[in-house]
């Protein structure tokens, strides 16, 4: 596979999740169970390339 390939076939993919927790303590003492995800965006970049006549 020649480098402009490998360059070619990775695009970033961008996951963002927000939590909020019913728990009153810090953050590293809540119970996982405590978080509700409350929001999430994706974000996809694809660069095209076009080429003219």
Do not use: R
């Not at 809540?30 to 995800?37: D, T």
Request: glycine residues 4%; hydrophobic residues 30%.
């Amino acid at each position: 596979m020649t480098e402009e390939g490998k360059k070619d076939s990775v695009v970033p993919y961008i996951i963002e999740l927000d939590f909020e927790s019913s728990c009153n303590e810090m953050e590293s003492e809540c119970p996982i169970y405590s978080f509700k995800l409350i929001a999430k965006q994706e974000h996809c970049y694809i660069e095209k390339e076009f080429k003219g006549k």
